[in-house]
């Protein structure tokens, strides 16, 4: 459906959104993150990281990007390979929606899982089970590499380094 987005994905708090604008800062892409192009507020409590019903969620997000998405630019859209169902459950997003978004390369922001609960309970004043945390960053990491594998995609895994990336982004779109 689309050939101009590349995707970046990681648990909450895993430092997408700092990783999203090192990586705007030193190229031309257009940032979009999937819970506002998806108006996420209007169908989910924000506080609430459960989503009711995954597909209904990605569906939309495919017909939002629709009506974003120009051919004469390149996103950046950060967002998530798995997400957590309302029965508590780590549940894959269907690889129908990274069929339909076909993204140019994948990428996942990965962090200490330490790291990650203690961002999260300062941002959200709540507590965050830290084996929890592992086994949903490692499952996220799992399907990507699967999605990687499946689309024939670039996969980078991004802790630190960010210039493998940096370096694909300019050379998919030379100046």
């Known amino acids: 459906m689309f050939d101009n987005i590349y995707f ?9 959104g700092n990783t999203a604008k090192k990586i ?15 108006k996420w507020e209007y169908i989910s409590n924000r506080e609430n990281k459960k989503v009711d019903n995954i597909t209904f969620t990605q569906d939309k997000l495919i017909v ?4 974003i998405v120009t051919n004469n630019n390149q996103f950046l859209l950060d967002g998530h390979y798995c997400l957590i169902n309302k029965q508590e459950e780590i549940e894959k997003v269907p690889l129908e929606t990274f069929i339909k978004i076909n993204p ?4 996942i922001k990965i962090d200490e899982p330490t790291k990650i609960k ?3 309970e300062q941002r959200d004043s709540k507590f965050y089970d ?7 960053q490692d499952e996220e ?8 594998d499946y689309l024939k995609k670039p996969l980078f895994v991004l802790n630190k380094d960010l210039e493998n990336l940096l370096k694909h982004i300019k050379d998919e779109n030379p100046s």
């Open 8 to 16: 970046l994905g990681g648990i909450h708090g895993s430092g997408k």
């Open 24 to 38: 705007l800062s030193k190229s031309n892409l257009i940032h979009l993150e999937a819970s506002k192009v998806l």
């Open 64 to 67: 939002n990007l629709g009506k």
């Open 104 to 107: 140019i390369s994948l990428s």
């Open 118 to 120: 203690k961002r999260l």
């Open 130 to 136: 830290l084996d929890f945390l592992i086994h949903f």
């Open 141 to 148: 990491v799992k399907y990507a590499k699967f999605l990687a």
